[in-house]
């Protein structure tokens, strides 16, 4: 059976709690209008979020999101199938697709969700980022062909 909420207010039950949050927040001075406004750093990062689940919205209700997915699953289907056709264990040719899917976020500032916090708060410039970024790629490639395919011969996956 349905909660009887979101039928009654037509909103989910997460937004009535932050609604209900941000009123006991308030009606108790826990926080004061001028407090909010003075943080800048963090409206901005609500507007950039906002910007990008907007556009993130907009891209999949014009079915551009599943098309670039079944695009992504034929590239990575059409790379995995001739690595394997050149001899590659197939296990290990699907670790190493999820391992460097996850380090792409160094690439790029806003490649990672928690980009947009660092760079709005001020916590890094972008010249240090790529710098820091580029130690920390390399050190995780490093040891995942090291460490990692030794760890991978170990178990058997190749």
Request: overall charge positive; glycine content about 10%; aromatic content about 16%.
């Amino acid at each position: 059976m349905a909660p009887a909420m979101p039928s009654v207010t037509a909103r989910s039950g997460g937004i009535i709690v932050g609604l209900g949050l941000a009123a006991y927040l308030f009606a108790t001075q826990a926080v004061s209008w001028k407090d909010l406004l003075k943080d800048q750093a963090a409206w901005d990062t609500v507007i950039w979020f906002s910007v990008i689940i907007s556009l993130a919205s907009g891209l999949s209700s014009l079915r551009f999101i599943s098309w670039m997915t079944t695009k992504l699953e034929t590239t990575i289907s059409g790379f995995g199938a001739t690595a394997i056709a050149a001899g590659a264990p197939p296990m290990m040719v699907a670790i190493c697709f999820g391992i460097f899917s996850n380090l792409m976020w160094g690439n790029t500032e806003y490649g990672g969700g928690s980009g947009p916090i660092y760079f709005a708060q001020g916590y890094f410039e972008r010249p240090r980022f790529y710098r820091i970024n580029f130690c920390v790629v390399t050190f995780n490639v490093i040891l995942i062909f090291v460490v990692g395919l030794a760890w991978w011969k170990l178990l058997g996956y190749y």
